[in-house]
């Protein structure tokens, strides 16, 4: 419950509560917060219980924590057998490495070839997606001409 409280946290509610109700009182309140929590916990439990008998013999080992919904498809994503090849597909294909090379081909950028990439030019022909880079004598890319109607 409190696993994400830390020492300095604690130790900070400690003196906080000793302020606020004083020594003589604190354990009073602690006793009747625990009472609170507990009882709280038992209408739950029995709440709990009255939903399952009113459910019938079908839900006897329905779990409440299936009804987030993280849960209940994590679990169904588990079970169901025919998304393993899904799964071994997802681990093949790298979305964010193959939007980098078509922006690089869009962009005229010179990408390393994957390994299991197809060749850049076939019987050939030149690749389309290249980006012909003109330059003039001093080295420096010659901009394509501005056009009003493309934009």
Known sequence: ??????????????????LVFGPDKLPKVIQDV?????????????????????????????????????????????SNEDLRELKELRGTFDLKKEMNEVADAVHGRETAPAPSAAPAAVNGSPDLLKKQD??????????????????
Do not use: C, H, W
């Open 34 to 78: 625990s009472r609170f929590i507990r009882k709280v916990r038992e209408f739950s439990d029995s709440a709990k219980q009255d939903i399952r008998s009113e459910l019938g013999p079908e839900f006897k080992d329905f779990e409440f924590e299936d009804l987030n919904p993280k849960t209940f498809l994590r679990k169904q994503l588990e």
């Open 134 to 151: 003109k330059r003039d004598d001093q080295g420096t890319a010659e901009r394509p001409p501005y056009d009003s109607d493309a934009t």
């Open 1 to 18: 419950m409190f696993s994400d409280i830390g020492a300095l946290e604690l130790v900070t509610l400690v003196v906080l509560a000793v």
